[in-house]
């Protein structure tokens, strides 16, 4: 994270264009967000109730509903173009319906498009929330509930918008604004490329505002400057051609899940570092991250030394990570004195910026398979790749977007890294080279997103709102 000079329309993209005040409506748009951000949230409430979850495992009807349900709110919002369209995946079933809504532009006026999605995480266990997963609670000045912050906030935050501006500038809006709302982002954006290429003269813009990120904290916005990439698989360990008694036969050999366990601690070093050679890694953060911040943040529990080494803004922004998130063995409750043949595992691991996804894989795979324990037969599986993302804070719509959040909440914004991956922006720089990228989010470190009560600050949500609408009035009088 590092902090920005302070923004102004003058500063950002040469004078301010006529019949424009140098703070374009502020006032005026606020007062037309606070009128309808009681309907905002009525709206949120709704599309938190539709569990629309795109993993291949669960009912896709509700889905299909969700995005209905956002198509219909794009048509109360006055688009006329509003369309849920789809493409199919590799194995020829359906991947996730997007919805696709377009305000065409005026003559010589930018266009503007404005992404989130509509699909979701489950629930995970419901034991662990305090209220129901898919019923909106307001509770504390936040809105508890799966979607709620992530992302479901990011499509009203996007509609509330640009439903203010078009209410204060009226006939004065010529600017171009298209809606895109994905349905799959949470299963991976497989069928993303092949959609973008489909209808790339559709999603066409000048500038693109991508609303799954997050704020700084509570009170203090961020525009996301980085992004780590991603890859994933699976790494299977062997020793038995079957099961076998572990009385009979235990102790010349070790079973596959105590193996899999010595080739998985072969992944990080003593300290907590990735341990792969080949992975690009900085520790070059010029502001850092309090240790105490970070560890209730992220619940840390007292005593648990942190991993790694370097900063820990760079840890978490410009370094490896690698997550053990599934391992398959028997349940305790199940359990039986028997030697496993196989285990299996899956891995995460999240990239540097300037790390190639597919230099990542080939890098794993040679470890795995040069620290096979006890010569057990390993089976590496590359599963999906993503690349990181890196903005150009030079470019005339980053820097009107930081004057815009600093309008908006009353202080300074933040120019931040995160941890956490979007592959799919590298599709978007590959197929319009020329556009300028936002990552914003409605977000904060508390909203626990994927997580059990996850929530949005509703003070803050407002807030984003009226920093969109500024962006998009200020955008109105051209880039």
Same mark, same amino acid.
């Given at each position: 994270?590092?902090?920005?000079?302070?923004?102004?329309?003058?500063?950002?993209?040469?004078?301010?264009?006529?019949?424009?005040?140098?703070?374009?409506?502020?006032?005026?748009?606020?007062?037309?967000?606070?009128?309808?951000?009681?309907?905002?949230?009525?709206?949120?409430?709704?599309?938190?109730?539709?569990?629309?979850?795109?993993?291949?495992?669960?009912?896709?009807?509700?889905?299909?509903?969700?995005?209905?349900?956002?198509?219909?709110?794009?048509?109360?919002?006055?688009?006329?173009?509003?369309?849920?369209?789809?493409?199919?995946?590799? +194995?020829?079933?359906?991947? *996730?319906?997007?919805?696709? /809504?377009?305000?065409?532009?005026?003559?010589?006026?930018?266009?503007?498009?404005?992404?989130?999605?509509?699909?979701?995480? #489950?629930?995970?266990?419901?034991?662990?929330?305090?209220?129901?997963?898919?019923?909106?609670?307001?509770?504390?000045?936040?809105?508890?509930?799966?979607?709620?912050?992530?992302?479901?906030?990011? !499509?009203?935050?996007? !509609?509330?918008?640009?439903?203010?501006?078009?209410?204060?500038?009226?006939?004065?809006?010529?600017?171009?604004?298209?809606?895109?709302?994905?349905?799959?982002?949470?299963?991976?954006?497989?069928?993303?490329?092949?959609?973008?290429? /489909?209808?790339?003269?559709?999603?066409?813009?000048?500038?693109?505002? =991508?609303?799954?990120?997050?704020?700084?904290?509570?009170?203090?916005?961020?525009?996301?400057?980085?992004?780590?990439?991603?890859?994933?698989?699976?790494?299977?360990?062997?020793?038995?051609?079957?099961?076998?008694?572990?009385?009979?036969?235990?102790?010349?050999?070790?079973?596959?899940?105590?193996?899999?366990?010595?080739?998985?601690?072969?992944?990080?070093?003593?300290?907590?570092?990735?341990?792969? @050679?080949?992975? =690009?890694?900085?520790?070059?953060?010029?502001?850092?991250?309090?240790?105490?911040?970070?560890?209730?943040?992220?619940?840390?529990? +007292?005593?648990?030394?942190?991993?790694?080494?370097?900063?820990?803004?760079?840890?978490?922004?410009?370094?490896? /990570?690698?997550?053990?998130?599934?391992?398959?063995?028997?349940?305790?409750?199940?359990?039986?004195?028997?030697?496993? #043949?196989?285990?299996?595992?899956?891995?995460?691991?999240?990239?540097?910026?300037? @790390?190639?996804?597919?230099?990542?894989?080939?890098?794993?795979?040679?470890?795995?398979?040069?620290?096979?324990?006890?010569?057990?037969?390993?089976?590496?599986?590359?599963?999906?790749?993503?690349?990181?993302?890196?903005?150009?804070?030079?470019?005339?719509?980053?820097?009107?977007?930081?004057?815009?959040?600093?309008?908006?909440? *009353?202080? @300074?914004?933040?120019?931040?890294?995160?941890?956490?991956?979007?592959?799919?922006?590298?599709?978007?720089?590959?197929?319009?080279?020329?556009? @300028?990228?936002?990552?914003?989010?409605?977000?904060?470190?508390?909203?626990?997103?994927?997580?059990?009560?996850?929530?949005?600050?509703?003070?803050?949500?407002?807030?984003? !709102?009226?920093?969109?609408?500024?962006?998009?009035?200020?955008?109105?009088?051209?880039?």
């Amino acid at each position: 994270m590092t902090s920005s000079p302070t923004a102004t329309p003058e500063n950002i993209a040469g004078p301010t264009p006529p019949g424009l005040d140098p703070n374009p409506g502020t006032e005026d748009l606020r007062a037309a967000i606070d009128r309808s951000f009681e309907g905002t949230l009525a709206r949120l409430k709704e599309l938190v109730a539709i569990p629309g979850i795109a993993w291949p495992s669960f009912d896709r009807s509700p889905l299909e509903r969700s995005a209905e349900a956002v198509a219909e709110l794009l048509r109360a919002a006055g688009l006329m173009e509003v369309q849920v369209l789809g493409c199919d995946k590799p +194995d020829g079933t359906p991947g *996730g319906p997007a919805v696709v /809504a377009r305000r065409p532009a005026a003559d010589g006026k930018p266009t503007i498009l404005l992404y989130a999605h509509h699909d979701v995480q #489950p629930a995970g266990d419901e034991e662990l929330w305090g209220t129901e997963p898919f019923t909106a609670v307001e509770k504390d000045g936040r809105l508890y509930g799966r979607g709620a912050a992530d992302d479901k906030a990011g !499509i009203m935050a996007h !509609i509330a918008a640009f439903t203010a501006v078009a209410e204060v500038l009226g006939d004065g809006l010529g600017l171009g604004v298209t809606f895109f709302f994905e349905g799959e982002e949470e299963a991976g954006s497989p069928t993303f490329r092949p959609f973008l290429e /489909a209808h790339r003269a559709l999603l066409r813009a000048d500038v693109i505002v =991508v609303a799954d990120s997050s704020n700084w904290k509570v009170g203090v916005p961020a525009l996301t400057t980085s992004l780590r990439g991603l890859v994933d698989g699976t790494i299977e360990v062997q020793v038995l051609e079957h099961a076998v008694h572990s009385g009979m036969f235990g102790g010349p050999v070790l079973d596959a899940p105590t193996l899999l366990s010595r080739l998985i601690a072969t992944l990080h070093d003593d300290d907590g570092n990735v341990a792969i @050679q080949g992975l =690009v890694a900085f520790d070059n953060a010029t502001v850092e991250f309090p240790e105490a911040d970070y560890r209730s943040d992220a619940s840390v529990l +007292d005593g648990v030394r942190l991993a790694g080494s370097g900063s820990i803004a760079s840890r978490l922004w410009t370094k490896p /990570a690698l997550s053990i998130i599934g391992f398959d063995a028997p349940a305790v409750d199940v359990a039986s004195n028997t030697l496993l #043949p196989r285990a299996r595992a899956k891995f995460s691991l999240r990239l540097a910026p300037g @790390q190639v996804p597919e230099e990542a894989m080939e890098a794993v795979r040679k470890h795995v398979e040069a620290h096979a324990p006890f010569g057990a037969k390993v089976t590496f599986t590359p599963g999906e790749s993503g690349n990181p993302f890196k903005t150009d804070t030079s470019s005339a719509a980053a820097g009107l977007m930081m004057w815009a959040l600093g309008e908006a909440w *009353g202080v @300074q914004a933040v120019e931040t890294g995160i941890g956490g991956s979007i592959p799919f922006i590298a599709d978007l720089t590959e197929l319009y080279p020329d556009v @300028q990228i936002l990552v914003t989010g409605v977000e904060d470190p508390d909203s626990r997103a994927h997580s059990a009560n996850e929530s949005l600050h509703l003070g803050d949500f407002r807030k984003a !709102i009226l920093a969109e609408a500024l962006l998009l009035s200020r955008l109105n009088g051209g880039l």
